[in-house]
């Protein structure tokens, strides 16, 4: 039965130390309730506590994490179905296939594409996480000599080694150090030789099963032999199963607590069609419900942004709002004269705003005020974007010393305070801007500030 925050606090050592990331013990012990940490983080609290504790309060899917600093990658960590629900915790990492069978011109060219497809997209970097690499023929040599090829060409890449050779796994671990890879993997033939492999490498282990059945066999067997870390292939390699393995997987471990299959999924699309498009659409079957890492055969930009977008939706938490700093935000260079504009923090409206103006190439000052994240009508209707808290924002933002004039664009939506704002800001002149922000270029570009 899961304990409550305040079970798990009263084991806890109370010093409100903050080294587990978290200001007291109490706000960690309801993250810890609440699945969203985990109580090996406290360095104070006793083993007894931890055993009581971790077994209770463990997040129905295992968190597991590869590499280290810039290349480093969680999975799992899943408390609920369903994204309304709650949150789901970590975005599905997308993989790219290298092999030692693939001609060095290809090698290079996939790890060139991993480096430079990268879209920033409401404040986020939004790139491939991992590159996987296949051993296809034994070749020790081979095959750690691409290991390397792909840690010093991709810096900030974590890895998946692939090989059914306990003996090639452990030497690439090796290999990459610090950088833990995943290690895939193991099947009924080589269970126990992949199992101690792996612990000694101290890294996470992939399962390769044949079916659900089997793969929850595989399961139980590393579990028994003390393996923590481990992440599911049902061997399903078409969508149909792939999907169904998922849901099953999943709804086992939230809803029936089954530990064999409380584990981060790895799903192949790259093995299921040839078709770089149907690819494409199973990933983002795949990144929808549930795999904790999307394998795809190459990365190409009009295949990859979608797939990137569709994470970037998913895995944002509903109950949040992505949210910018409030600010003076300088665009395009802007001096004494240039136009200054406000609107709200909402990280949308932000870059969508700001987007406009660096597109218009009109140097200008924009203010972002604090709406908790709200839209313009919304934070308005709410009482978080009236005349007089825009009034103080801008007397307290430093944008009087930053120019000569007093002349400021508000959205055209928020019309009906003009006079209000007027009252509060006697010395301003309080122009009206476009309702839409498509329009600002042509607005911009016809603004003079008032005699």
Not at 128 to 155: C, Y
Not at 187 to 208: F, H, Q, S, Y
Not at 313 to 318: A, C, E, G, M
Not at 359 to 384: C, F, Q, R, Y
Request: proline share 5%.
């Amino acid at each position: 039965m899961a304990l409550t925050g305040i079970q798990i606090l009263k084991m806890l050592p109370k010093k409100n130390c903050g080294e587990c990331g978290i200001p007291t013990c109490l706000a960690f012990a309801m993250k810890v309730a609440a699945g969203q940490a985990e109580i090996e983080k406290c360095p104070y609290v006793s083993e007894e506590a931890k055993a009581t504790i971790g077994e209770a309060s463990a997040p129905p899917i295992r968190t597991i994490k590869l590499g280290a600093g810039s290349a480093s990658f969680t999975t799992g960590g899943e408390t609920c179905m369903f994204r309304h629900e709650k949150r789901f915790e970590n975005p599905t990492g997308i993989a790219v296939l290298v092999s030692t069978d693939m001609a060095g011109a290809d090698v290079d060219g996939r790890i060139s594409r991993f480096k430079s497809l990268r879209y920033e997209r409401v404040g986020v970097l939004m790139k491939a996480g991992l590159i996987a690499v296949k051993d296809a023929d034994g070749d020790q040599g081979k095959f750690t000599a691409l290991v390397k090829k792909v840690l010093d060409g991709a810096e900030d890449a974590s890895l998946i080694l692939m090989s059914s050779k306990a003996a090639l796994l452990a030497e690439g671990a090796k290999v990459c150090g610090e950088r833990k890879p995943l290690l895939y993997g193991a099947t009924a033939d080589n269970v126990a030789e992949m199992a101690a492999m792996a612990k000694e490498a101290a890294c996470p282990l992939g399962i390769r099963g044949v079916s659900l059945d089997n793969t929850v066999e595989l399961s139980e067997k590393l579990m028994a032999d003390g393996l923590k870390d481990i992440i599911l292939d049902t061997g399903a390699r078409t969508m149909k199963a792939a999907l169904e393995d998922n849901v099953a997987s999943r709804r086992s471990a939230i809803k029936s607590k089954f530990k064999p299959l409380g584990f981060p999924t790895i799903s192949f699309p790259c093995e299921m069609t040839d078709d770089p498009m149907m690819e494409a659409m199973i990933a983002s079957v795949l990144i929808a419900k549930y795999s904790g890492i999307v394998v795809l055969s190459d990365l190409q930009g009009d295949i990859l942004f979608p797939l990137l977008l569709e994470q970037l939706n998913i895995f944002t938490d509903p109950q949040r709002p992505m949210v910018v700093q409030e600010d003076v935000y300088s665009i395009n260079g802007p001096a004494e004269n240039s136009p200054v504009l406000i609107t709200c923090n909402f990280s949308l409206t932000y870059f969508i705003v700001s987007g406009e103006i660096e597109g218009s190439k009109v140097p200008s000052w924009l203010l972002i005020k604090d709406t908790e994240g709200l839209s313009v009508l919304t934070a308005w209707a709410a009482g978080k974007f009236g005349a007089d808290l825009i009034a103080n924002f801008i007397k307290k933002s430093g944008i009087l010393d930053k120019v000569k004039h007093r002349d400021l664009i508000i959205p055209g939506y928020l019309a009906s305070i003009k006079g209000e704002l007027e009252e509060e800001l006697p010395e301003w002149t309080i122009t009206i801007g476009p309702r839409e922000a498509g329009h600002l270029p042509a607005f911009l570009k016809e603004w003079k500030p008032a005699a």
